[in-house]
């Protein structure tokens, strides 16, 4: 029990830090997020206790106010913040393999399967839905790349489906903060061990960026590729 309570007040600092890091980061790209998750808390809390007071118990649905209050800032600070931390992303190459990389269980994800050397991107999720090939950077160069990565996966197995859309704000692309919802919409046609099959495949076939190391999350801009990588 006592190790289990060092545990847990160990653990308290770790999370507030880390509220406190996501607050000033969200605060950055949204100056007006203390004020309106303040309010929410406000109004929810003095909704409830009007409530209260309106049928003669104000103690108890202002005990209940306090948790609902407490409950809808978290939930809009977390929007605010996701919507912030995509915002930040947005237009950064690789961004959408920082994405993937939270897709969640049941999907396997290999950023960068190709890449030019204006740093257009094509990444590659494996899941019930079949192959996945996210692209990022400019239509008109990543077309090629997708279209390449097609052929080979429709050679090597023609009977998996093979999904594709570009990242992006323009007509026809998915935006960076619907890529998860996006994927996981997608039909679910294989069963488990299929996808496994697949990733075998996929796996033995290899990659021609496999050999190069990428950092996790957005690759900063004005990074140039070493010589002697292979790009398409």
Known sequence: MARKSNAETAANPGRLKQIALTYKMTRKADPKVGLVVAGVGIVTFGVFLAIGFLFDHPVYLGILGLLVAFLAMAIVFGRRAERAAFGQMEGQPG????????????????????????????????GKAGVVLIAEGNPNRVKPLLANEKKKMARIMPDVPVHDFIVGTGEGEVPLKKVRTTLLK?????????????????????????????????MPKGMKMPRGGKMR
């Open 95 to 126: 961004a959408a393999a920082a994405v993937l990389d939270n897709v969640g269980r049941g999907w396997t994800t290999t950023p960068a399967i190709a890449m030019t050397r204006q740093q257009d991107i094509v990444h590659r999720a494996v």
């Open 186 to 218: 997608l039909p679910r046609v294989l069963a488990g061990p299929q996808i496994t099959e697949v990733n075998d495949k996929l796996r033995a076939m290899g990659d021609l960026m496999s050999n190069m190391p990428l950092p996790k999350g957005p």
